[in-house]
């Protein structure tokens, strides 16, 4: 499985931003797919996910903000980021699970700064 992340960059506090991660390879390996971060000085966390029934988990502190969504035509999966906060700064990943092996996109920068 390759996972090819796009998205990101710099914004102002209060403003959106998305991020999109292309899944290619072995897709149909694929239980579960989402988005973690990793701020400065922080470990790498769940941000949103969907499960392997597909429902959906958010990290309580994106929880209204954060929408993740999927277009399973172009097996990609999507995260809408709205009224951004300086915290939310932190480089972006992509994930997908197999059961077995967990897969890692390249991360992208998401900065919230004035």
């Known amino acids: 499985v390759q996972l090819q992340a796009s998205g990101g960059g710099l914004v102002q506090p209060g403003g959106s931003l998305s991020l999109s991660c292309a899944a290619s390879?072995?897709?149909?390996?694929?239980?579960?797919m989402g988005w973690y971060r990793q701020g400065p000085g922080n470990q790498r966390a769940l941000v949103a996910a969907?499960?392997?029934?597909?429902?959906?988990n958010y990290a309580d502190s994106v929880k209204g903000r954060f929408t993740i969504s999927r277009d399973n035509a172009k097996n990609t999966v999507y995260l809408q980021m709205r009224s951004l906060k300086p915290e939310d700064t932190a480089v972006y990943y992509c994930?997908?699970?197999?059961?077995?092996?967990?897969?890692w996109g390249q991360g992208t920068l998401v900065t919230v700064s004035s």
């Open positions: 994930n997908a699970w197999t059961g077995v092996n967990d897969y």
């Open positions: 390879g072995d897709i149909f390996s694929i239980n579960s």
């Open positions: 969907f499960t392997a029934g597909g429902s959906t």
